[in-house]
């Protein structure tokens, strides 16, 4: 999908989001069961680039891959802020193509979910087993069944802050357990002294943990573990962000 205006004003609204957590469980993962001892880590759906930055202050090769171009831009100037040599492409994550492989892929902060379709799904997960050296890792997590079903289904959301307020209504998806996201923001412009008004319809399917896991079986990954909620622990009833870790069998 495009994200479009969104793009811009997307770090500081997600400036709540604990990235450095994500940074921790690729190293941890990585530490535990890699068999090699590569740095080079594949962040699929980069987005502003946010964590592909602090993957490669860590000492990671970085190549990020989005889809929108919007956020492309947003995240090749903050490298270059950043004095970060980070290679920025523009892809579909599900049709990959004139890549090396990589130690490391990652699709993190729920991204795969904005996928639609099982085919792309399953096309996504064999495009990152063709890129994935032997051994190396997989590591991606989604929302669970339960948070897009209980959590997200039919509430609204609501920010009022000087500089960026939003109201979000989520409701129910053309899809099983999915869900669209109506946003509408209004952003502060320093030149006019007045808002600018930016609306955004986005898309998120989810899958059964047991669905995923079958998936990525059958193309031949190695499930290494599943947790939950950046928490080293088996998913739960309620637990709302699940972790998949995977291997490319040698």
Same mark, same amino acid.
């Given at each position: 999908?495009?994200?479009?205006?969104?793009?811009?004003?997307?770090?500081?609204?997600?400036?709540?989001?604990?990235?450095?957590?994500?940074?921790?469980?690729?190293?941890?993962?990585?530490?535990?069961?890699?068999?090699?001892?590569?740095?080079?880590?594949?962040?699929?759906?980069?987005?502003?680039?946010?964590?592909?930055?602090?993957?490669?202050?860590?000492?990671?090769?970085? &190549?990020?891959?989005?889809?929108? !171009?919007?956020?492309?831009?947003?995240? *090749? =100037?903050?490298?270059? $802020? @950043?004095?970060? +040599?980070?290679?920025?492409?523009?892809?579909?994550?599900?049709?990959?193509?004139?890549?090396?492989?990589?130690?490391?892929?990652?699709?993190?902060?729920?991204?795969?979910?904005?996928?639609?379709?099982?085919?792309?799904?399953?096309?996504?997960?064999?495009?990152?087993?063709?890129?994935?050296?032997?051994?190396?890792?997989?590591?991606?997590?989604?929302?669970?069944?339960?948070?897009?079903?209980?959590?997200?289904?039919?509430? &609204?959301?609501?920010?009022?802050? !000087?500089?960026?307020?939003?109201?979000? *209504? =989520?409701?129910?998806? $053309? @899809?099983?357990? +999915?869900?669209?996201?109506?946003?509408?923001?209004?952003?502060?412009?320093?030149?006019?002294?007045?808002?600018?008004?930016?609306?955004?319809?986005?898309?998120?399917?989810?899958?059964?943990?047991?669905?995923?896991?079958?998936?990525?079986?059958?193309?031949?990954?190695?499930?290494?573990?599943?947790?939950?909620?950046?928490?080293?622990?088996?998913?739960?009833?309620?637990?709302?962000?699940?972790?998949?870790?995977?291997?490319?069998?040698?």
């Amino acid at each position: 999908m495009s994200y479009g205006d969104f793009a811009y004003i997307y770090d500081e609204l997600m400036s709540h989001v604990p990235y450095d957590q994500w940074v921790k469980l690729v190293k941890d993962k990585q530490e535990k069961y890699s068999i090699n001892e590569g740095n080079q880590l594949l962040d699929l759906a980069c987005g502003t680039g946010e964590l592909s930055i602090r993957f490669a202050n860590e000492g990671f090769a970085v &190549t990020g891959i989005d889809l929108s !171009e919007d956020m492309l831009a947003v995240a *090749h =100037s903050k490298a270059m $802020e @950043h004095q970060q +040599s980070i290679q920025f492409l523009q892809q579909d994550m599900s049709e990959l193509e004139g890549l090396d492989q990589f130690d490391i892929i990652g699709i993190f902060c729920d991204s795969l979910n904005y996928l639609q379709t099982e085919e792309q799904v399953t096309q996504t997960f064999k495009s990152v087993f063709n890129y994935l050296k032997d051994g190396g890792l997989f590591i991606f997590d989604v929302h669970s069944v339960f948070k897009v079903m209980q959590v997200f289904m039919n509430q &609204t959301f609501a920010l009022n802050d !000087e500089e960026i307020s939003y109201i979000w *209504h =989520s409701y129910q998806g $053309e @899809h099983p357990n +999915s869900v669209e996201h109506d946003l509408t923001f209004f952003v502060f412009d320093e030149e006019t002294g007045s808002y600018n008004r930016y609306d955004e319809l986005h898309f998120q399917r989810t899958f059964p943990i047991q669905v995923y896991e079958a998936w990525l079986k059958e193309i031949g990954f190695e499930l290494l573990d599943i947790t939950a909620d950046f928490e080293n622990t088996p998913p739960q009833t309620q637990s709302e962000r699940i972790f998949f870790t995977l291997r490319k069998r040698a």
